[in-house]
């Protein structure tokens, strides 16, 4: 056999030590398989092709367990790493974590995407602290990267112990259900420790991140849906931070004349904010993050104009859409990955205050709640916040006024913007009248609260005082978002910020 017949004969072997057949049966597919789906066909160049430092020399690793390397997705190079669990049950060794962190610094050096397949038994037992150390060596590069391009992260398989912290310090989760596991211990260690009997789908799976905690931002039926949804939103993102995200074909807006019609007048009655967002954004171009985590916002990446835009939005059919811990700490998340990102800020506002309670306050709403603040006031993207209905108190100033950087405000007509609703506060005001008022209490509390709203409880006072640019009719919110749109983009275009990373709140 001479030397070419060689290097075939041990590309062959490469391609073939593993076992696809139980990933397959397992409804999984192997990490061939997906990296020829992420990427665009006959673009993926895999690096360190025969790297292999595995302990056992007399039973070598093929690729170690992991492939990594570079390509392009969508016309767009990027870079990516996808454990192999049918080789040595994706484990992490000291040579397969080399190859995971010449990737990463390989990316952050070209300033372009990297994707992260997870599918691991956790590290490899027989190379002891060396290889657990290695975790230390990619969480570094996860940070190094934070906010400088953009980090994806899929729960495919196992991810256990010190590797479940590298997603968490990356901007994206995507987990598949029924096959993607997270946890720090797992079930065996929690039965000795605390005799608790857990399934590992029901200590880490997809319910429990997606809904629960808010670990993981994007649910996935199977491994080709999920790396389907990892390109789509990867045409929201720019490469890097010194970037503006592309501009998409243009898709027409829906006609706007049955906008008013989504938002009901009377402030006690819910509605569905994601009807408002599918009319302000392109058809059928809204990308939700944490869809069924802290339900009581929305927030997730449209286009208007074919350009990205983030939308943060109370969501009035939850909990009458007030903030609480985990919607200010989602919403903030959110924020933050858009200013890493150059990604314009639009906030509807339909808010009644923060949830109130004990449970609440001693769960740190304060705390909480000033991350909203924070990221709102510390990000420098064009931010446009439209009151659709009720603006209440601290809340109203937590969804992006003027005072925190709003750089348009405007409100329809039905808006209302106080500290607090009209009955609440005309019975603090009014108190002593209401209560010498004996059988006419409740015909003197009518007056004071219609006299209340006349006076306040209207967008005119705000837009009186230049808290509120302009009152608009909400069938033309759209036609104004495209103008102011296309001239802070301008604007942007030609501006340089100062980084920051996306620490996970």
Not at 106 to 127: F, N, T, W, Y
Not at 220 to 243: E, F, G, M, V
Not at 324 to 351: E, H
Not at 357 to 373: D, F, N, T, V
Request: hydrophobic share 40%; with cysteine.
């Amino acid at each position: 056999m001479n030397s070419f017949q060689l290097l075939e004969q041990r590309r062959r072997d490469l391609l073939g030590s593993g076992k696809p057949d139980r990933q397959h049966s397992k409804g999984k597919l192997t990490a061939d398989e997906r990296l020829n789906i992420l990427f665009d066909t006959d673009t993926f160049v895999e690096y360190n092709v025969f790297q292999n430092r595995t302990s056992s020399a007399d039973k070598p690793a093929s690729r170690d367990g992991v492939i990594a390397g570079c390509g392009k997705i969508n016309g767009r190079f990027a870079f990516a790493y996808a454990q192999d669990f049918t080789i040595a049950g994706g484990s992490l060794s000291t040579s397969n974590a080399r190859k995971i962190t010449e990737v990463q610094k390989a990316a952050l050096k070209a300033k372009a995407p990297i994707i992260a397949l997870m599918d691991s038994g956790g590290a490899r037992i027989q190379e002891g602290v060396e290889a657990l150390a290695q975790y230390g060596n990619i969480f570094y590069q996860n940070v190094a990267a934070s906010g400088v391009i953009p980090q994806i992260t899929a729960i495919m398989g196992p991810c256990a112990g010190g590797a479940s912290y590298s997603p968490a310090l990356q901007d994206f989760i995507f987990f598949v259900e029924n096959t993607g596991e997270m946890f720090v211990t797992g079930p065996d260690v929690v039965k000795a420790v605390i005799g608790e009997d857990i399934t590992m789908q029901e200590l880490g799976g997809a319910d429990v991140h997606m809904r629960k905690n808010g670990v993981a931002h994007v649910r996935a039926s199977d491994d080709r849906d999920c790396l389907l949804k990892i390109r789509k939103l990867l045409t929201y993102l720019p490469q890097n931070c010194d970037q503006l995200p592309d501009i998409q074909p243009k898709a027409k807006a829906r006609w706007q004349r049955g906008i008013q019609d989504v938002v009901p007048e009377n402030k006690r009655r819910i509605y569905d904010v994601k009807r408002v967002i599918d009319y302000l954004a392109d058809s059928e171009s809204f990308f939700e993050i944490e869809p069924e985590f802290a339900a009581n916002i929305v927030v997730g990446f449209g286009r208007v104009n074919g350009a990205t835009v983030g939308f943060v939005a109370n969501q009035p059919a939850v909990l009458s859409g007030c903030m609480d811990v985990n919607a200010s700490c989602k919403a903030a998340r959110f924020i933050r990955t858009c200013d890493c990102y150059n990604i314009p800020l639009i906030n509807l506002v339909d808010v009644p205050g923060f949830f109130p309670g004990r449970e609440q306050e001693s769960s740190g709403i304060i705390r909480h709640g000033a991350k909203m603040l924070y990221a709102y006031a510390e990000s420098r993207v064009p931010k446009i916040t439209i009151i659709l209905r009720k603006a209440y108190g601290g809340s109203y100033i937590a969804m992006c006024t003027k005072e925190l950087g709003a750089d348009v405000v405007w409100a329809w007509p039905i808006a209302e913007i106080a500290v607090m609703g009209a009955e609440g506060a005309v019975k603090i005001i009014n108190k002593r009248e209401l209560k010498a008022a004996g059988s006419k209490y409740q015909e003197l509390l009518d007056e004071k609260v219609q006299a209340y709203k006349d006076r306040y409880l209207n967008p005119y006072e705000g837009a009186r005082m230049g808290y509120v640019d302009d009152v608009i009719q909400p069938q033309d919110t759209r036609r104004m978002l495209e103008k102011v749109l296309e001239a802070q983009l301008t604007f942007q275009s030609g501006q340089k910020k100062n980084r920051h990373g996306n620490i996970p709140l």
